[in-house]
């Protein structure tokens, strides 16, 4: 088993939704992920603040920081997921029914070096 | 925490909401019914965000409760302090309103601050600019932007959103951000200029109110000690040069003429001053902006006392210095433009071969339209009236539809003589 991280960029939650409207986007967040947290495959998932945040640049030994990043919304890393696969292959296939791919938004998946791995 | 599947009952949003609304505004008095909505939905819109990552809490309902609990309480902070607002409004009610004053540019230019906050993204900087202090109609927004409306519609609906959970201020900002924030206060208004200068879309060619406008604005940049710097001469140096064709540019019944076709008397000499006076402030910096450039063509055009005896060698350095500055499509379009005025029509058509299927220029009218008048000088007017054809099916001013329309005809004569 690796480490996945897969990192949801894409525009934030819509306001407009109503309430019985937004309940569905969650079942369907919770169908998908309620077969990997029984599994204990989850190793960590969380939502980023959107509207806020700090870039700092090195700027040759003269740092700068400065907010941001204010990027194209469907750039913004709204979350990740910390994940356990055997491939890449299967995290795709776990990943393939995310409900994040039915928007705008796209998912960036990044196998962790295991730095205990002498080969 | 639970996650499962199951751990939202059926309709628990709904039936939520509808409790939790009715629990705050019976205590808020149903007068506070907006407030105890908002509430709610700010609560279930943060649950809709953060529940998909972290499961559904242990208490669902619990949860949505506190948080729009609190949400209210912030709400009617909020307005506490717009009571106190209200109260400066109602003694600046009673003073009367001075027809010239630079108190009230102080106030367009904290306004204008404010829509360019860095918070923003540029492009919803420039539609809120354009939308709140220019007074653009959402359509005109997009042609400027050559954009479809309905994406500076949402671009609007989510700056004035931003703008509202950030709690970004109407104020000039303090001297270490003012220089980043002056950046994009500068880009709007050389939007806002070059709205005023085409007009796309428009029944007027020249809307010269709103190039007035731009101006007025500028100068209240460079006029004030807070942001009286070397671009902003240079924008404004820009602006009064381009300004003083504005009455050339026309004929007696509104119709567009070519640089060529003007007649440069009526050029106005005293914007050309006042604009070689400003690029002249603008040279004090050792810093060189597009905006810089794009003056300095500007006044090559104002130097000459013809199209023919212009200087399209310089023209077309300055254009290649602009493209190292602010590479773009329309750029490389003008540049080859001026390249086949200096180096004639072939050249030119090359150039602009190589922007031809660029998808910023897709709905551009110009860029068929200057094939059509390269292909008519090299006297291929069939291909000519093809690209004028094509020119029209895209959008532009009424003054502009005429024009296009008259090189045509003339082109379709030209071609069965």
């Known amino acids: ?119 | 925490m639970t996650s499962g599947v199951d751990a939202l009952v059926e309709h628990l949003f709904r039936h939520s909401a509808g409790q939790i609304v009715a629990r705050l505004a019976r205590r808020l008095g149903a007068a506070r019914l907006d407030l105890a909505e908002e509430a709610v939905q700010d609560a279930l819109v943060r649950a809709l965000s953060i529940w998909p990552y972290s499961g559904v809490p242990a208490e669902p309902r619990g949860w949505l409760f506190q948080v729009a609990r609190n949400r209210a309480i912030d709400l009617l902070r909020r307005e506490a302090s717009l009571r106190g607002k209200l109260r400066e409004l109602e003694s600046a009610a009673a003073e009367a309103l001075p027809e010239q004053s630079t108190a009230l540019g102080d106030d367009e230019l904290a306004m204008m601050f404010m829509c360019c906050h860095p918070a923003l993204p540029p492009p919803a900087r420039v539609a809120l600019t354009l939308k709140t202090v220019g007074g653009f109609s959402v359509d005109e927004v997009a042609a400027a932007f050559l954009a479809e409306p309905e994406t500076i519609a949402q671009r609007l609906v989510r700056a004035k959103r931003q703008i509202r959970e950030q709690a970004i201020a109407i104020e000039i900002p303090p001297e270490a951000e003012r220089g980043e924030r002056l950046t994009s206060v500068l880009d709007v208004l050389y939007l806002l200029f070059n709205e005023g200068y085409s007009a796309h879309g428009g029944e007027n060619l020249t809307r010269a109110d709103l190039c007035g406008e731009s101006i007025r604005l500028t100068e209240i940049l460079a006029g004030n000690p807070a942001s009286d710097l070397p671009e902003v001469h240079a924008l404004l140096a820009l602006m009064l040069l381009q300004a003083s064709r504005l009455p050339a540019r026309v004929d007696e019944s509104g119709d567009l003429l070519l640089l060529g076709e003007q007649d440069r008397r009526a050029w106005d000499q005293t914007l050309i001053g006042r604009g070689l006076g400003h690029l002249e402030r603008a040279a004090s910096g050792d810093r060189i902006t597009a905006y810089h450039v794009e003056a300095a063509i500007a006044a090559t055009h104002a130097a000459a006392p013809d199209e023919a005896s212009t200087d399209w060698d310089a023209i077309v350095r300055l254009y290649d210095d602009l493209l190292a500055l602010k590479p773009s499509p329309v750029v490389e379009l003008n540049r080859a433009i001026a390249l086949a005025m200096a180096k004639g029509p072939a050249a030119g058509i090359a150039a602009i071969e190589r922007v031809e299927s660029d998808p910023a220029l897709s709905r551009y009218y110009l860029l068929p339209a200057a094939l059509g008048r390269l292909w008519r000088e090299a006297g291929d007017v069939e291909r000519a009236a093809r690209y004028y054809e094509e020119a029209l099916a895209r959008p532009c001013s009424e003054p502009e539809r005429r024009f296009l329309e008259r090189q045509l005809t003339r082109c379709r004569r030209t071609a069965t003589a």
């Open chain 1, 1 to 119: 088993m690796a480490k996945y991280l897969a990192l949801l960029r894409g525009p934030g939650v819509p306001s407009t939704l109503s309430p019985q409207d937004m309940q569905r986007v969650i079942q369907k967040y919770m169908s998908w992920s309620d077969d990997l947290r029984k599994a204990g495959r989850v190793l960590n998932a969380e939502k980023l603040r959107f509207g806020e945040g700090r870039v700092l640049r090195g700027n040759s030994g003269k740092m700068a920081v400065t907010d941001g990043p204010y990027i194209e919304s469907k750039e913004i890393v709204g979350g990740f997921w910390l994940i356990e696969a055997g491939s890449y292959d299967e995290m795709l296939k776990i990943l393939s029914t995310h409900p994040h791919l039915e928007g705008p938004g796209s998912i960036e998946v990044r196998e962790i070096e295991d730095t205990s791995r002498r080969s």
